[in-house]
Every structure is written in structure tokens, then in C-alpha cells.
């Protein structure tokens, strides 16, 4: 029973009804779950519909709550998880996804513990149910891939940004504390405007008005679509890159399934897999196998030549 549990949690199988429905059950729960907290934060409608939303968020803390608890049950049947139970049970409390589990519920529960105590931002952490769709859309599991790949460039891009902003900030303290204090009166309040005219937003509530201030703000704003369009670049680069990589992934697994000249239902599953890695569509990987069929076959017959 636990491994038929692990199967349908993780959709082990795609084809497997069991594990679709609960994927879609979840997916439309935590959509609702994020329109219910964004609706109650309107007070006419958070007074109308206390009740139901309150419902809501009670069966909702009780099925993530279980689900939770399944999970951290059944996740020793992991193939890669061969360990003592505890320490499986342990390593998997502490990744990143089950963190995200807890949090769906935790705070709602301690809500209900501590009524007397002023928690509203425990309310807002309920949005973190959010990051639990990262399970069922492999685009989201595609993009930190990226994010991890390419940390150390982003965290390089960032501390140079840091340090763009403070000179900027501290040029434009230095020609316009004089002309405007209130503004301009110290380097971190300068350092609003900095980061307005760095990311190009420019909200126009603070602006240089000395000729000296205008020409370094000029400078500022041209560094600034620079520095936007470097992270921009590394992450499209990278996209770019593992997607490139799974589709080399998913030929190679094609070409290997094809050595013997038939797909059997384990490749037909492993190579399934890969393509919904992927976004690819059953009849774009029909394509491939077909075009990889096609390749292998004129091959067959010129070497017999």
C-alpha cells in the first residue's frame, strides 16, 4: 500500500488515472486556496464570505496537512532512497519541496493554536502554497534548474549591481544635498532613486534637478539598462542550454530504445517521460521516433550494401 501511495504522489506513471486526478485535485485546490486569500484580503468580501472562506481553509489545511504525511511516510520507497527509514524520512523532511508542504499548512494550524495572538502575517504565508504547483509543472522545476546552475553569475551580477548603486547613490548625494535634502539628504535615501533609475523603472517621484545631477542620472540610466539586460541574458542562455540538453537526452534514449529495432513499454514510458520533461507533445515525440526509425533503418541497409 505505501509503494501504490508513493506511485500516486509522485506520478511515478503518467498513465496511471489515480495519480493524474490527485495532480489535478491538487493543482485546483492550491489555485483556489491563492484566490480565496487574495479575494478575503477585500474587506466587503472578507466580511460577506468569512464563513466559506474559512471552510475553505480548513479543509484545505486538513488535506495538505495529510498529504504532508503521506508523503513523508511513503518516501522510502524512492529508488534512490535506500536508506534507514528515519534518515530517508529525515533527508526528504528537510528538501526544499517538503518545506514548502509544511508551510502550506503549518501556519494556518498555529492560527488555530494561538487565536488570541495577532498573527495577519501568518495569512500572507499561506501564499507559499503557491510553490507547490513547482510539482506539477515541469517548467517551474526547468527554470530552478537554471537558477541553480547559474547562481554564482547571478550572484556575480548582483554584487556588481550593489556596488553600482552605492557609487551612483553616493555622486548624486554629494551635487544634490544642497538642492534637495529631503531627497537627497543622506545615501540611503539617494539610493531610492538609484535603484529606480538602475532597473529603468523611473517613478519621477525623485529626480536630480542640478545640471551636474542630470548628467550623472543620464549615466546612470544608460549603466542601468546594461545591468538589466545581463541577467536577462544569462537566464535566456541557460533556458536555452537545458533544454538542449534534455532534447539530447531524449534522442539518445530514442536511439538506444531503437538498438534492437523495437520500443518496449519501459522505454516507451522512459522515453515518454523525457518529452513531458520537455513540453513535447505525444504526437512530437511520435515524430522523433519515427525520424530516428526512419535514419536507423537507411543506415541498416547501407551498411548491408
Known amino acids: 500500500m505505501r509503494t501504490r501511495i508513493y506511485n500516486i504522489l509522485e506520478m511515478t506513471d503518467p498513465q496511471d488515472f489515480l495519480s493524474r486526478a490527485f495532480s489535478l485535485f491538487i493543482v485546483t485546490l492550491i489555485s483556489l486556496n491563492v484566490l480565496c486569500i487574495v479575494l478575503e484580503s477585500i474587506p466587503e468580501l472578507d466580511l460577506l464570505y468569512r464563513t466559506q472562506f474559512f471552510a475553505i481553509e480548513i479543509v484545505s489545511t486538513v488535506i495538505f496537512a495529510l498529504e504532508y504525511s503521506l508523503r513523508l511516510w511513503s518516501c522510502i520507497e524512492?529508488?534512490?532512497?535506500?536508506?534507514?527509514?528515519?534518515?530517508?524520512?529525515?533527508?526528504?523532511?528537510?528538501?526544499?519541496?517538503?518545506?514548502?508542504?509544511?508551510?502550506?499548512?503549518?501556519?494556518?494550524?498555529?492560527?488555530?493554536?494561538?487565536?488570541?495572538?495577532?498573527?495577519?502575517?501568518?495569512?500572507?504565508?499561506?501564499?507559499?502554497?503557491?510553490?507547490?504547483?513547482?510539482?506539477?509543472?515541469?517548467?517551474?522545476?526547468?527554470?530552478?534548474?537554471?537558477?541553480?546552475?547559474?547562481?554564482k553569475n547571478l550572484a556575480g551580477i548582483f554584487f556588481l549591481l550593489l556596488v553600482i548603486l552605492t557609487l551612483a547613490a553616493s555622486a548624486l548625494y554629494l551635487v544634490e544635498r544642497d538642492m534637495q535634502p529631503d531627497k537627497f539628504g543622506s545615501i540611503p535615501q539617494a539610493m531610492w532613486w538609484a535603484i529606480a533609475a538602475l532597473t529603468t523603472v523611473g517613478y519621477g517621484d525623485v529626480y536630480p534637478l542640478s545640471p551636474a545631477g542630470k548628467i550623472l542620472g543620464s549615466l546612470v540610466t544608460i549603466v542601468g539598462i546594461?545591468?538589466?539586460?545581463?541577467?536577462?541574458?544569462?537566464?535566456?542562455?541557460?533556458?536555452?542550454?537545458?533544454?538542449?540538453?534534455?532534447?539530447?537526452?531524449?534522442?539518445?534514449?530514442?536511439?538506444?530504445?531503437?538498438?534492437?529495432?523495437?520500443?518496449?513499454?519501459?522505454?516507451?514510458?522512459?522515453?515518454?517521460?523525457?518529452?513531458?520533461?520537455?513540453?513535447?507533445?505525444?504526437?512530437?515525440?511520435?515524430?522523433?521516433?519515427?525520424?530516428?526509425?526512419?535514419?536507423?533503418?537507411?543506415?541498416?541497409?547501407?551498411?548491408?550494401?
Open 226 to 305: 546594461g545591468m538589466v539586460a545581463l541577467p536577462s541574458g544569462i537566464l535566456a542562455s541557460a533556458f536555452s542550454e537545458q533544454m538542449r540538453r534534455k532534447r539530447e537526452s531524449l534522442q539518445l534514449a530514442i536511439d538506444d530504445a531503437l538498438i534492437d529495432g523495437m520500443i518496449d513499454e519501459t522505454e516507451k514510458k522512459a522515453i515518454k517521460e523525457l518529452g513531458d520533461s520537455i513540453g513535447l507533445s505525444e504526437e512530437q515525440i511520435g515524430d522523433l521516433v519515427k525520424h530516428s526509425s526512419t535514419i536507423m533503418k537507411i543506415a541498416r541497409e547501407q551498411r548491408e550494401e
Open 78 to 151: 524512492s529508488e534512490t532512497e535506500k536508506k534507514a527509514p528515519l534518515k530517508s524520512r529525515i533527508k526528504y523532511a528537510l528538501s526544499p519541496l517538503a518545506i514548502v508542504d509544511l508551510l502550506a499548512f503549518l501556519p494556518s494550524i498555529l492560527q488555530v493554536i494561538f487565536p488570541g495572538i495577532d498573527l495577519r502575517f501568518l495569512r500572507v504565508l499561506r501564499l507559499l502554497r503557491v510553490f507547490k504547483l513547482t510539482r506539477y509543472f515541469t517548467s517551474f522545476e526547468l527554470l530552478l534548474n537554471v537558477l541553480h546552475e547559474e547562481r
